[in-house]
């Protein structure tokens, strides 16, 4: 039970902001502090002094429940059940409040901006709001002094950490302790001192020569372990690159150690920071990435096919179930653990993986306040009308992990086929796509191939193919995700759930000889993970401004944010404005039936297609068609000036640079009943357009990224 919004006349409220285990958007306080007048219905809470409540918001990792001393006995006042206790001492309880109220607005500011301050010493970590879900356990205060010991391979050693301004050399940084799973890890927080000892990555580790891979965020490489001489792989971001982002590396390594002890999810052992890097110490994938490893073995039967699929899926089962959606399943990212054999494989590369607490354990706002994943609200809970709020707790958010599936459902087909099934081609014989090289018309046509979600099974490859295994694939590579197989329906179709033919694929030829199905794949996940990750950094930057457009009506008509800052609303009346280079992020209404996806697209060659917003039931399913205006009842979320056939007024935005206009249009029934838009901005998004800016004149450059809205 929770309380949303306990008033007392006439009492200050206290916005109580979003901790993820206080579900209270405002209490109402008498002129004692006390908090009063909560509803009869509110159960289940305790009583007592106002400074256990303070405590309590930084502790308690259960749902808490506020209500006033009169509905309890003394009993249920000392209830360990995660009550908070307010009552005689709330005085007390509101000054903390307003103190930890004060200090996460600073701490939150600064965290916004750096990680550390000029001379390179760590500025305080604040963990909240956006992180509080990654990191609650290592909450601590600027004066925070952090003691204790560990037992590392049998040896004894100490740790220790004061976050006072005290640069004396002789002072011993030490790191603090990172509990991963069952084990004891170190994870030094500050910069390594000079004197300072086994604290850093090259204490423990040595690099080797070996270049296991490289990703947009660091290069992998082979290390041993120094004691041991055992190879690990280890992942080394360097803090310098643009792209660097603490934020990200902490959400990786909670991910990891969620998934911990899973065989199919490549294995976090270690993690280091200094001042230049970030190391993340795995498991060592001998057998490297899953397609390279077919093509050296040149060998591949259905048979194998099938393992590769049963844990693939065995994975993703794990990550959903814990509300985990990975987002970034292709080829390379799929490792195999043998140099001889196939299978088993790992899915690896977790940085864009999103977590959710499970439904049961959510409440549906604390819920949106505090995810920074696939279906991230662009507003803050206490301003959210409850029919924006309906649109995110509603159906959006069982389809979520079904991009995880569809990313499957195109492995599978390349597993079986030895190319991609979807594949982009233009007039000119000559662009010279096929050899790798950029051509924005094929790559269009791709888009669009993936969009239609046509494909088929040539004769030729899949002849020889049982029927079962292109069931699967067809179960996966549904347009709609509605429709489309989550994991468990993957690991229960009969395809899985015996030994496949021992059939030998055409797959390894075809990997060499149809280079550009190879090369499809290869080069959209290049440019799309540059995408990916400007719309995750999107997602998870924090909003400063707000504007909300609601109760349109029933006519929405065409509401247009310019990119020129003006921000025009029903009938092209000014609404408000926006400043440049503000991302925005757009939140719609919709009718509770029907799916939603967010409005942001996550264009991957494994991904779905394009974010849909299925605002009625009976119009058609087609992308293509709901880009133009005049298509009753179709709406467009950033989409160019091009969609509404403006390209003689506009020249189409780049998209991400400047802000381009957002256009929602719509004439049909049902139509969108309010509109939430909230400019947002980081410094972390300045880096990544900027370095998205240099990539597009380097490269043959993807426009726009058009995110429709499909009715
Ligand atoms: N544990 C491992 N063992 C062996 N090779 C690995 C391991 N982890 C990663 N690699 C290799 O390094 C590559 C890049 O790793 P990873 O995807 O984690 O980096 P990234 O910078 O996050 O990449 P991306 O741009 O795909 O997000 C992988 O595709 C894989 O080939």
């Known amino acids: 039970m929770t309380i949303l919004h306990a008033g007392y006349p006439q009492s200050p409220i206290v916005n109580f ?19 009063e007048h909560v509803p009869r219905q509110v159960k289940n809470s305790a009583v007592g002094g106002g400074g256990a409540a303070f405590h309590h918001l930084h502790t308690s990792a259960a749902p808490i429940h506020v209500a006033s001393s009169e509905f309890y006995n003394d009993e249920e006042a000392t209830s360990p059940r995660g009550g908070i206790e307010i009552g005689a001492g709330g005085g007390k309880m509101m000054a903390n409040m307003i103190r930890h109220r004060q200090r996460e607005r600073e701490a939150y ?23 509080d879900h990654v990191f609650g356990e290592f909450e601590m205060d600027d004066e925070d002094v952090v003691m204790g010991s560990g037992r590392r391979g049998g040896e004894q050693y100490f740790y220790g950490e004061d976050t006072d301004d005290d640069d004396s050399e002789e002072d011993e940084k030490v790191p603090e302790m990172l509990p991963i799973g069952g084990g004891t890890r170190r994870v030094p927080r500050t910069p390594r001192r000079k004197n300072s000892s086994k604290c850093g990555f090259e204490d423990y580790y ?80 001998r057998g490297g990435p899953l397609l390279q490893h077919i093509l050296q073995r040149g060998y591949f039967t259905e048979e194998e096919a099938r393992r590769v699929t049963k844990d693939i899926a065995s994975a993703l089962k794990f990550m959903h179930d814990r509300g985990i959606a990975h987002r970034d399943v292709k080829p390379e990212n799929i490792l195999c653990t043998d140099p001889n054999h196939v299978s088993p494989v790992k899915l690896c590369d977790l940085d864009l993986a999103s977590q959710r607490q499970p439904q049961h354990e959510r409440h549906p706002l604390s819920q949106v306040a505090s995810e920074p994943d696939l279906a991230s609200p662009v507003g803050s809970a ?91 694939v067809s179960n996966l590579l549904k347009r709609d995700p509605i429709d489309r197989f989550n994991a468990d329906q993957i690991l229960s179709h009969r395809w899985l759930q015996q ?89 719609i209404e919709k009718p509770k039936s029907g799916e939603f996806t967010p409005p942001i697209s996550r264009a991957s060659p494994t991904t779905p297609p394009p974010s849909m917003l299925d605002l009625s039931q009976d119009l058609e399913d087609s992308p293509v068609k709901s880009r133009f205006a005049d298509d009753s009842g179709a709406y467009s979320l950033f989409s160019p000036a091009s969609s509404n056939g403006d390209e003689d007024t506009r020249p189409p935005p780049m998209i991400f640079l400047d802000m381009p206009p957002i256009q929602l249009f719509g004439t049909g029934a049902p139509v969108l009943n309010s509109v939430q838009m909230t400019p947002r901005h980081t410094t972390e998004d300045e880096a990544s357009l900027n370095s998205f800016g240099d990539e597009q004149e380097n490269t043959n450059p993807i426009h726009r990224v058009e995110t429709q809205v499909n009715v």
């Open 382 to 472: 206490e301003f959210m009308a409850p029919e924006v709020v309906d649109a995110y707790v509603g159906d959006a958010l069982k389809y979520d992990k079904k991009c995880d599936t569809w990313s499957l459902g195109v492995i599978l087909y390349i597993m079986l086929a030895g190319y991609a099934p979807f594949q982009g081609v233009c007039d000119d014989q000559d662009c010279g796509w096929s050899e790798g090289k950029p051509c924005e018309d094929c790559q269009q046509d791709l888009f669009h191939r993936i969009q239609d979600g046509y494909y088929e099974f040539p004769e030729e490859e899949w002849g020889m193919i049982s029927e079962e295994a292109k069931d699967l």
């Open 109 to 131: 500011e600064d965290e916004a901006l750096s990680s550390s301050d000029e001379s390179g010493r760590p500025m305080p970590r604040y963990v909240g709001r956006d992180t």
């Open 17 to 35: 902001g979003r901790h993820p285990n206080l579900n209270i958007s405002k209490l109402g306080l008498n002129h004692l502090g006390q908090v």
């Open 206 to 285: 040595k690099l080797t020569d070996e270049h296991l891979g490289s990703g947009a965020y660091g290069s992998v490489k082979t290390c041993k372990s120094i004691k041991s001489s055992q190879e690990f792989a280890v992942k080394i971001v360097d803090k310098q690159g643009e792209t660097h982002s603490r934020k990200r590396i902490l959400r990786e390594v909670n991910i990891f150690k969620t998934c911990k002890g899973h065989p199919n999810i490549v294995q976090l052992l270690d993690w280091f920071e200094d001042d230049k890097y970030f190391y993340l110490v795995m498991e060592k994938m």
């Open 499 to 587: 030994s496949a033919a021992s059939t030998v694929l055409q797959t390894p030829s075809n990997l060499i000889y149809r280079k550009d199905s190879a090369r499809d794949v290869q080069q959209m996940s290049e440019h799309f993970n540059l995408m990916n990750r400007l719309a995750d950094t999107r997602l998870s930057a924090r909003f400063d401004n707000k504007m909300t457009m609601s109760d349109c009506g029933s006519e929405l008509g065409t509401a247009t944010i310019h990119g020129d800052g003006s921000f025009l609303s029903i009938g092209g009346e000014p609404f408000g404005t926006f400043p440049r280079k503000k991302s925005v992020g757009v939140a």
